[in-house]
């Protein structure tokens, strides 16, 4: 079932039945990530946040207090699926809330877990519905700045990326060093042209 939602969030075209080789061609390249610009930026609201500062290989970002809808756990294994189900309906309203980009997830430094959260869409800001399942819960994010660095590598490995940050921002900002945030803006089964992103909390 995540599987097939996966491939469902990176399906930017329908086949229409004017132009069907055309289309499934456009469908295709869209998949895989070579017709628009990286990340899923043109299909889905964006978390809001504004640039401060731009510095060699990374940028200073704002991003003001919002709501996400989060789940935890010892690993991401299963997560993007109750977050899914949530936005889907699985919540006290039975509301449809559209997808968002980016998914983000939190990393502990300091101990185990993680967390991993879908922005929610600027209609239900204000009012967001409770969810239903135990293992999912509301987080309005404080207002805060964070360093942003975006990762070449389609598919990194975020904890690698991280330490490798963290490492290049020391003697030069003060930064929180207990976790680290990545984010992803691509279905799993988008090859190319994928945004990824890795952020530290500035203190």
């Known amino acids: ?44 609201q964006n978390a809001r946040y504004s640039v401060v500062n731009r510095f060699q290989g990374y940028e200073e970002r704002r991003y003001p207090s919002q709501y996400w809808v989060c789940t935890r756990g010892p690993s991401t294994d299963g997560m993007f699926g109750l977050l899914f189900s949530y936005i889907s309906g699985d919540n006290a309203r039975k509301a449809k809330i559209d997808m968002t980009v980016p998914v983000m997830t939190s990393h502990s430094q300091v101990g185990n877990g993680k967390d991993m959260c879908f922005y929610l869409t600027r209609e239900y800001q204000r ?29 990194p490995n975020w904890e690698s990326e991280g330490k490798k940050f963290l490492s290049e921002l020391n003697g030069r900002v003060r930064v929180d060093t207990s976790m680290f945030y990545s984010m992803g803006y691509d279905s799993p089964f988008k090859l190319f042209n994928r945004r990824n992103e890795v952020l530290l909390r500035k203190l």
């Open 1 to 44: 079932r995540t599987s097939l939602i996966v491939l469902i969030f990176g399906l930017s075209y329908s086949v229409s039945a004017q132009d069907p080789i055309s289309d499934i061609i456009k469908g295709v390249g869209n998949l895989l990530g070579m017709n628009r610009r990286a990340g899923e930026v043109d299909n889905y």
């Open 127 to 155: 009012n967001p519905p409770a969810p239903t399942n135990r293992r999912v819960r509301l987080v309005r994010m404080p207002a805060m700045n964070l360093y942003a660095k975006t990762i070449k590598a389609g598919f």
